[in-house]
């Protein structure tokens, strides 16, 4: 499974992003997706989660209520829409695909997960 991320840019203060996961040809519907980031400096953490089969989603506390993962009715894209976005948000952001089934206190490991895409920049100016 190849996971494209796409839709990161440059925004200010207060704006709002939707970032994209995609893999070409393939159902994200039979796995379990997460956002990561990486600033530099610092460790990857874990965004947000949307769990295969039933769709449960979990959050960072940094960004519950800022921001919402989504699958698209088709099932091959995974969105994670950003809003109210402050500096503490730039980092490049990675999707990444799993078949397991995490709980609150797994979604957030980067070893649950056996695909991950590329990353893309996401840079909030203050």
């Known amino acids: 499974v190849q996971l494209q991320a796409s839709g990161g840019g440059l925004v200010q203060t207060g704006g709002s992003l939707r970032l994209s996961c995609a893999a070409s040809g393939v159902s994200l519907d039979y796995y379990t997706i997460t956002w990561f980031r990486q600033a530099p400096g610092k460790e990857r953490e874990g965004v947000s989660c949307i769990r295969r089969s039933d769709g449960r989603t979990y959050y960072a506390g940094s960004v519950r209520g800022r921001f919402t993962i989504s699958r698209d009715n088709a099932r091959y894209t995974v969105s994670l829409h950003m809003t109210n976005l402050g500096p503490e948000d730039t980092a490049v952001y990675y999707c990444?695909?799993?078949?397991?089934?995490?709980?609150?206190?797994?979604?957030?490991?980067?070893?649950?997960?056996?695909?991950w895409g590329q990353g893309t920049q996401v840079t909030v100016s203050s």
């Open positions: 990444a695909a799993g078949v397991v089934r995490p709980i609150q206190s797994s979604w957030a490991s980067t070893g649950a997960y056996d695909y």
